[in-house]
């Protein structure tokens, strides 16, 4: 068995519309390393889109799993309850970061959490406007993907899509968009298209996954929490991407200086095997009737424990400091390559704790986007042994998400292939 096989196989057995950033087929992995099946080494940048920063089968995670195996797989948490999603529940809302008592259910996707969210807080509120920001990623349902606020991939050829989803622009500074934009656009909003009493909820990502690594400014997170409060609209913080000792918090809204209402969480919650969950605030959770919320797989046994192993990974290896560390680490080098006049030009590096990123520009000291120039670079890089992931508006931003377990060692050597892969050519 070997690559170009399978990509041929693929090519006959699965449609286009799924596309897979790299043309090679994993064989196996461990910590922050992927073989594939002709038993070629990977360091792993990517981490499954964001999944695993726990790495790639942490031996306390596939020992929980292994364990659950032997006792039950699926009952479905509808018919017959089990104490892994309870555990869970309650770890989780001990971890919510806001003040009262909080409430926690079960999904399977960040897309599925993402719907529920908007199904609480319009069963809590009596409305049905949900705002978003544009270049935001919240999934590929009907409803997450108007949401989105991207077109391209994600909503061409897929309308009409559900009404009554807004759009605001989010504050990137150098594309010349601020705060004060963003909160005029907000206000004329509200004046030409909907009022707030209409509004059930305004969702944010603290940091712009798909849209770049942007980071929420923490001046917009405070009037639109403000904004909220005089309005009774919910506050939902989209964590999936940012969820789980990524940006050196357990949350990325931790950063911000605010409160939530609701928050989505999904991928890194895992540790590899499918989970997603809203927590919130429990007089909002609690205003859904029962059996309006819940999914025949949401809450898998054998992905609640393993998340509870991801939990207790995150806590006694630390790994809020370690991405705080990996970040310095990241930036030092990052900062390092912007100021070489061999590599290719780069600059914006970004992003809280291990939540790194940095664009590629049309010239050095610029803001011009080269989305071109990131699709070689994430190329080359996997010629060398490197998987590396682009993102952002214009396909323009390289993102760092090696898992947070990674050691020293090996993070330095993908750096290393990462600057042979910025080599002027």
Known sequence: MDNSNLLARRADAVPQGVATATPVFADRAGNAEIWDVEGRRYIDFAGGIAVLNVGHRHPRVMAAVRDQLDRYTHTAFQVMAYAPYVELAERLNALAPFDGPARTILFTTGAEAVENAVKIARAATGRSGVIAFGGGFHGRTMLTMAMTGKVLPYKRSFGPLPGEVYHLPFPIAHYGVGVEDSLRALNLLFAADIEPSRVAAMIVEPVQGEGGFHTAPPALLAVLRRICDEHGIVLIADEVQTGFARTGRMFGIEHGGIEPDL?????????????????????????????????????????????????????????????????????????????????????????????????LLTERGGDAPDGAAAKRVTARALELGLVLLSCGIHGETIRLLM????????????MDILEQALTSL
């Open 263 to 359: 928050l989505t969480v999904a991928k890194s919650l895992g540790g590899g095997f499918p989970l997603s969950g809203v927590i919130g605030r429990a007089g909002i959770m609690d205003a859904v009737q029962p059996g309006g919320l819940g999914g025949t797989y949401a809450g898998s046994p054998v992905a609640c424990a393993a998340a509870l192993a991801v939990l207790d990974v995150i806590e006694e290896e630390k790994l809020c400091a370690r991405a705080d560390a990996i970040g310095e680490r990241l930036r030092a080098t990052l900062g390092r390559f912007a100021r070489r006049n061999d590599l290719l030009p780069i600059g914006h590096v970004r992003g809280p704790g291990a939540m790194v990123a940095f664009d």
């Open 403 to 414: 898992p947070l377990t990674a050691s020293d060692a090996i993070i330095d050597e993908g």
